[in-house]
Nanobody
Framework: EVQLVESGGGLVQPGGSLRLSCAVS????????MSWVRQAPGKEREAVAT???????DYADSVKGRFTVSKDNAKNTVYLLMNSLKPEDTADYYC?????????WGQGTQVTVSS
C-alpha cells in the first residue's frame, strides 16, 4: 500500500522558517520524482518544488531562493525547508510522487504565515 504522510506544518511569523517532511511507503525514489504542491483558499494549485530521481531540483519563481527540497533515500522521506516565509506562502502543502505512469498524493499539511 502506498502512503505519503506529511508533517511539520503550523503557524509561523513572517520571516520565519518551517521544515515539512513527507514519509513515503510503498515505493522508492528510484523511479519517481517528488514534488511539493500547495493550494491556498481561492487560488489555483501551485507546484513549488520538485526533486527528480536523479536529484535534480526545480522551483517555482515564487519560492526560488527561499525554499529547498531534499530527500533521504535511506529514510524514504522528502523534505521542504522553507525560509523567509511570507503571508502569501499560507496554504495547504501536499507531497506528490509521480512517475512510471502513476501519481500519489499525501493528505496535506497546513502552513499559516501570520503575525
Amino acid at each position: 500500500e502506498v502512503q505519503l504522510v506529511e508533517s511539520g506544518g503550523g503557524l509561523v511569523q513572517p520571516g520565519g522558517s518551517l521544515r515539512l517532511s513527507c514519509a513515503v511507503s510503498g515505493f522508492t525514489f528510484d523511479d519517481y520524482a517528488m514534488s511539493w504542491v500547495r493550494q491556498a483558499p481561492g487560488k489555483e494549485r501551485e507546484a513549488v518544488a520538485t526533486i527528480g530521481s536523479d536529484d535534480n531540483t526545480d522551483y517555482a519563481d515564487s519560492v526560488k531562493g527561499r525554499f529547498t527540497v531534499s530527500k533521504d533515500n535511506a529514510k524514504n522521506t522528502v523534505y521542504l525547508l522553507m525560509n523567509s516565509l511570507k503571508p502569501e506562502d499560507t496554504a495547504d502543502y501536499y507531497c506528490y510522487g509521480h512517475g512510471c505512469g502513476y501519481d500519489f498524493w499525501g493528505q496535506g499539511t497546513q502552513v499559516t504565515v501570520s503575525s
